[in-house]
């Protein structure tokens, strides 16, 4: 267990509708990243938030947006949704820089399905 | 821009020999970090060892080393005594500064007892 939190597990939606994915990262990580798996692009990483301010962008679509909040829990939120969505996507938290930085722990994954 | 790259999509090893699993990567970086990543059947992703670009030793955990070569950009995973909990999914990916990271395409691993 990497002490990565993510629900729910598994996702079923149709096409055009909007879901929340939900992360809660390591206790005393500040730091979240997400990340797309799907079979045609691989693992992609879509953003990362540090401390409740956003720190850096990967290849998200505008349909996509996040947040980290004062807990320092991340919800991914996707809407619009088409069939291409349907992936795992995953979240990962780092700790402090200077304490083991850049190793990310993952969580299980959140698997998404558009119909 | 970054890039890794996994040349092997698949690989077999019998029981209790050893495999090699291989890396390369691209970047005008000086200071970066490298990984292996394993993702069994259950999809979760777990660390299976890490480098420091710095650090001119290859690091090694247990069964699991790697071979470090930086002027080539090389980063080969080495498996020894295999076992049939080491079949997975094999990712190396590349992190730097931006503390993002960049997989590559993934290696699977096959176990033949």
């Known amino acids: 267990d990497s002490g990565v939190t993510q629900t729910p597990k598994h996702l079923i939606t149709a096409t055009g509708q909007r879901v929340t994915l939900r992360c809660s990262p390591r206790?005393?990580?500040?730091?979240v990243y997400w990340y797309q798996q799907s079979l045609d692009q691989g693992l992609q990483f879509l953003i990362q938030y540090y401390n409740g301010e956003e720190r850096a962008k990967g290849n998200i679509l505008e349909r996509f947006s996040a947040q980290q909040f004062p807990d320092l829990h991340s919800e991914l939120n996707l809407s619009s949704l088409e069939l291409g969505d349907s992936a795992l996507y995953f979240c990962?938290?780092?700790?402090?820089?200077?304490?083991?930085?850049?190793?990310?722990?993952f969580g299980a994954g959140t698997r998404l399905s558009v119909l | 821009a970054q890039t890794v790259t996994q040349s092997q999509p698949e690989m077999s090893v019998q029981e209790a020999e050893t495999v090699t699993l291989s890396c390369t990567y691209d970047t005008s970086e000086s200071d970066y970090y490298l990984f292996w990543y394993k993702q069994p059947p259950s999809r979760q992703m777990i660390l299976v060892i890490r480098q420091e670009a710095y650090k001119q030793q290859n690091a090694t955990e247990n069964r699991f080393s790697v071979n470090f070569q930086k002027a080539a950009k090389s980063f080969s995973l080495k498996i020894s005594d295999s076992q049939l909990g080491d079949a997975a999914m094999y990712f190396c990916a590349y992190g730097d500064s931006s503390y993002k990271l960049i997989f590559g395409s993934g290696t699977r691993l096959l176990v033949r007892p």
């Open positions: 990962a938290s780092s700790p402090l820089p200077g304490q083991g930085a850049n190793i990310q722990y």
């Open positions: 206790s005393g990580d500040l730091s």
